[in-house]
Structures are given as C-alpha cells and as structure tokens.
C-alpha cells in the first residue's frame, strides 16, 4: 500500500463513520455536532422522516403601536407555489427550504423555554420580519412561525408554531 | 480496467470510466444548484442570504483573529463570484468527461467552493449539496492517481457506501414513523406548497389503500437498496434502474431536481465495485 492508499482509506473509513454517527442523534445534539461542522461535510439523510414534511410554514410578523395596539399578522413572501418546471429547474426551493431549517430549531423549544435569542436561526427570522417597511406610528415588531398542517381526509390544521418576543425598531 | 496513460497538465485520461460519467452526471447537479444561486442573486444583498443575516452568527474558531477575513468572505460580490466560477467549473467537467478526461483541478474548485457555500450560507442546502459535494471530493483521489488500483477501489467504495447508507437511512426513518407505516403522511405532503403537487393528490385521494402501497414500496424500495453492494449484477441493475425512476418521479411530483442527478451520480461506482 502506497502512503495515499493509508490516507485515503483512513479519511474514508472516518468520514463514513462519523455519518453513520449523525443519523439518528436528537435534534439539539445534531446541531451541538454541526457547531464541529462548519463546512457541513457530514450529510444527514433522514429526508422527510420520521416526522414527514406535511405542512407548510409561513414566517409572519404585526407591528406594535405606542399604545400597545396590534397590527394584523402579515406574512415574509418565502414559499410559493411550484411551476410545472419545477422538475427541472426550482431556484425558489432554496428560500423555503431555508425558513424550513430554521424552523426545525425554533421548534426545538418548549412554550415555556426562551429559545437563545442570539442563536443564529432566531436572528434569522429577525432579520428577516424586521426588513419589510414599518407603519410610521410602529414602535415594535414580532414575528411568528406559523403553519397550516394537511390531514388525510383534507382538512387543514392551522397552528403557531413559534411566537418571538417583541423587538423595538432601531 | 484501470490503467490509465496518466496525469498531464492536471487532467487525467486514459481508463476512468466509472469516474468520467459519476463526474458528467454530478456536474449537471452542481452545474443547476449554481445557476439556481444565480437566479436568486438578489438574496445575497438582502434576502435569505443577506450578508448581514449570515454574519450575525457566533464567530468560529477559524476567524478568531481574522475578522477582516471573515467580513471580507461574507459579502455578495465574493459569494457570487464563487457561484459564477463553480457554473463554469460545473460546465467544464460536463465537456471534459464527455470527452473521457477529467481535470483534477476543476474537481478541487468544485469541493472548495461547495465547501464555501455551505459555510457562508449555512441554510437552505439539501441533500443533493451534500450528496454532490461527497462525490466531488471523493472523486479527487481517484483522478490524481488515475495509475493506483487500490485508490480508485477505495474512491468508488465510499460513494458506494454513502449512497447505500442514504437510502438505507432514509428507509429506517420512514420505518420508525407511524405516519408513513400507515401511509396517512402521503397525501398531505403532496398537498404541501413546497414539496407538493394538488393535482396528483387528488387524483391519488380517490383510490383507496394507495397511499399505503407507495410508502410501503418506498420504504422497501429503500431499506433494500444496500443489497446493491453484494447482489447479483443483473438485481443490482434493475434496483438502480428503479432509482433513476425514483428520483425521476420526486423531481416531478416534489420539485427535488437536483436530487436526481446528485444521486444517480452514485451509480457508476456501484456498477464499478460490482465489477472488481
């Protein structure tokens, strides 16, 4: 055996295993593994399960007046419908499946447990609630995660998935 | 079957079959993944992928001490110079395979770039970036020793075995769920807006018990695909044969385009190993 031959059977045999490792971890650890993972070299191929993708999210925010007064929830133009193109070419996937991963981390959380406001997904979803224009007289925002899931028998369950705390405009 | 001439002017020719179309076939993935970016260009600037959103996460210890680095990588020219020069490279490898040559170097700017996609971005990748970005790099050893048997055995048995580790995980994650045991999740993931398709759901609504039989047919169709590894040649092409048609039907039913040239990439390596 040549010296690549040791190498590249031993990063090989590693990179394998540490996939297999990944597969079946709880939700909050595969992403303490991921902190490991910067260049997102170990996949995970539970596409769709255990638990299938059966709804749809929308990210969508209300404005706070000076007098505690909510505005209507409006939603972040992140999902669309699919082009019959969409076979072969489907760009606009990316934009959902982005609300999708950071969903899966917001979801993580409990009612009652406070999701680390400074975690990267929740910034995400701030960021992204926070940039549509403001009614003049807003002095606070919050946004909402949430989904209408599909029954069998056609009929549709709609749920809050996540609710933020309120953040001040700038 | 692998003697090949040798490594010129950092493209390698001569018996690299298996190679040459695993890398025509995962070019077409990247090759649309990178012309996806693209056509969502506004993104970058103040979208999903808005330089000052992917900044906002913790700093990591390859930046310590590299904050200009780090701001510097993260802005919208640089992330799609990236994706502009990973088409073209996309591009190359299509023509260059083809033609029965792969250059490594081409190979090496699509892992680094993909790597570099995965860490700025960070979300909105799937599976077929990961399977893709696999292959890319695994294919690296195989096309700088075109002349070492036992690398090319090695190259072609981890694309294997990940590809088989794919499904077979897949299929066990459907398994354990009672949602897709019962079948009851089929028509209301193709009710979805994002991975469904309304006219087929109701089309498939009115037949009793089919919801059922497709998922059992996937999970089994999954869970016995690593046999692939070991069967009988004339079994293992007919399971492939029914992955090309799998893949085929979720880039239709479900939009996963890339998936399917991202995994069907995988195939040459299973038709070599099968041969050793």
Known sequence: MTPIDIVSALVFSVWFLGTILVQFEGHRKRVRVRKFDLLNLLPCWTFFAPRPCVSDFYLIFRDIDCQGVSHEWTPVDLVARRPPSSAVWNPLKRKAKCLFDVIQFLRAFDVDEDPPLLSFPYLWALNMSMTPQHDYSAIRRQFAIASITYRKDGGEDLSAVFVSAEHPFA | MASGIGFQAGIATGNLAWECWTACIVAVSTGISSLELIALRSEFINGVYAEEIVRSRPRSWLFRRREELRCRIFRPDVIYTVVVGRLFASIALIILGSLGHISGLVLVVLAVSGMFINYRNLIGGDGSDQMSLLIVIALIPAVFFPNDRLVQVLCAWFIALQSALSYLVA??????????????????????????????????????????????????????????????????????????????????????????????????????????
Not at chain 2, 207 to 212: K, L, Y
Not at chain 2, 218 to 232: G, H, K, N, W
Not at chain 2, 242 to 260: D, K, R, T
């Open chain 2, 171 to 276: 299929g066990i994650a459907k398994v354990a769920s009672l949602q897709w045991r019962s079948g009851e999740c089929l028509l209301p993931i193709l009710r979805t807006t994002a991975y469904g398709h309304p006219g087929v759901a109701l089309r498939l609504g009115t037949i009793e018990g089919i919801d059922r039989a497709i998922s059992w047919a996937t999970i089994v169709f999954e869970i016995s695909f690593p046999l692939v590894l070991f069967a009988p040649v004339p079994m293992v092409v007919c399971v492939l044969v029914l992955g090309v048609a799998f893949h085929g039907m979720n880039a239709l039913l479900m939009g996963l385009n890339c998936f399917f040239w991202a995994f069907v990439a995988a195939y040459p390596a299973i038709l070599f190993i099968r041969h050793v």
